[in-house]
């Protein structure tokens, strides 16, 4: 009786340019490391210059992050205050090429439940910074700030668009 574990039984590894199976493998192990309730924004960067990225979020995330999001809009929380609070919460880290950054979404509920807001100063900046922009692209010249980006996969995946 052939052993099942001899060369012939086992699939053959070929090359292959697709980097999908390694960055979901290394995404998994990266949702696995952090705790429950939190957003991440992961990096692949590739080694022909090119990047991926990816979000996942811990267990409990996806609701929180979805209620925080609903919670943001209707307060009319804006780019500028994603920005404030999203920074306010996020620890960054690196392994190899992939660059993560993890926000805990109950200090960022608090945040909007209390209403954090961006300083003028950043508003003013921010705004200066997206019209500077659209001139040189030879767009009209933005007027408001973009919404809340969000925290939680229906919003995420509608303004990752």
Do not use: C, K
């Amino acid at each position: 009786m052939p052993n099942p574990t001899t060369p012939q039984d086992t699939p053959a590894l070929t090359p292959t340019d697709d980097p999908g199976p390694v960055e979901l493998a290394a995404l998994d192990a990266i949702v696995a490391a952090h705790e429950p309730e939190t957003f991440l924004w992961i990096i692949f960067r590739r080694p022909d210059g090119s990047s991926a990225v990816r979000y996942a979020w811990t267990a409990g995330g996806t609701h929180l992050g979805d209620h925080i999001d609903q919670l943001a809009l209707t307060a009319a929380l804006d780019a500028a205050d994603h920005i404030t609070i999203g920074s306010a919460h996020a620890e960054h880290s690196n392994r190899g090429r992939i660059d993560i950054t993890a926000h805990a979404l109950r200090p960022i509920l608090a945040d909007v439940t209390a209403g954090v807001r961006a300083t003028d100063d950043l508003r003013v900046s921010f705004h200066r910074m997206l019209t500077d922009a659209a001139r040189e692209a030879g767009r009209p010249q933005t007027v408001d700030l973009p919404p809340w980006f969000g925290v939680g996969p229906a919003l995420v995946a509608r303004n990752s668009r």
